[in-house]
């Protein structure tokens, strides 16, 4: 279907790897910017800067994102179809006035 074939690598060797760990790069990334700016999230005891509380969101903006390497979302890639966003209900909502 994406024209991919298999590369074999061996354990604790990540150079062979190299989209995977560019993913936890790109991750890492988002994260520390978020920390490093200070969007805080809400939880039940106030705010807190903590990564653990943005990796949720963090990851829903990686698995609905176009990546260049392949040109689709991994989300359409690992499930088939592509998830509803908040965005996408309240689009189905709106009026189009011409």
């Given at each position: 279907?994406?024209?991919?074939e298999?590369?074999?690598?061996?354990?604790?060797?990540?150079?062979?790897?190299?989209?995977?760990?560019?993913?936890?790069?790109t991750?890492?990334?988002?994260?520390?910017?978020?920390?490093?700016?200070?969007?805080?999230?809400?939880?039940?005891?106030?705010?807190?800067?903590?990564?653990v509380?943005?990796?949720?969101?963090?990851?829903?903006?990686?698995?609905?994102?176009?990546?260049?390497?392949?040109?689709?979302?991994?989300?359409?890639?690992?499930?088939?179809?592509?998830?509803?966003?908040?965005?996408?209900?309240?689009?189905?909502?709106?009026?189009?006035?011409?």
């Amino acid at each position: 279907m994406l024209g991919t074939e298999l590369a074999l690598s061996t354990a604790h060797h990540p150079q062979t790897d190299g989209l995977a760990e560019r993913m936890i790069q790109t991750i890492e990334d988002i994260l520390r910017k978020c920390c490093a700016y200070g969007m805080e999230y809400q939880d039940h005891e106030g705010y807190t800067p903590d990564w653990v509380t943005l990796l949720p969101a963090v990851q829903l903006e990686y698995n609905t994102s176009q990546h260049s390497t392949t040109g689709k979302l991994p989300s359409l890639l690992e499930k088939g179809w592509n998830p509803l966003l908040p965005l996408d209900h309240l689009k189905e909502n709106l009026l189009t006035i011409h």
